[in-house]
């Protein structure tokens, strides 16, 4: 992580482990992580696999 965005986390006062527990929450369309969605919320898929569900936005389970 870069220090601006350590400094920006540290700001808002969210915990880490809020984070974190908000990036693990997995989507009811096509099974992955938050993390793996884009800033749209279309998922690009784990490491180099892409997403074949053709889930263009994040619905927690």
């Known amino acids: 992580m870069t220090s ?3 400094s920006k986390i540290s ?3 969210i915990p880490l482990a ?3 527990a908000h990036f693990r929450e997995k989507c009811k369309v096509c099974g ?3 993390i793996m969605h884009n800033d ?3 998922c690009e898929g784990v490491m180099n ?3 074949s ?3 263009d ?3 927690p389970e």
């Open 4 to 6: 601006t965005t350590e």
């Open 11 to 13: 700001e808002s006062g």
């Open 18 to 20: 809020e984070l974190i």
């Open 32 to 34: 992955h992580h938050r």
């Open 40 to 42: 749209l919320g279309s």
């Open 49 to 51: 696999k892409p997403c």
């Open 53 to 55: 569900s053709g889930c």
């Open 57 to 59: 936005h994040f619905d």
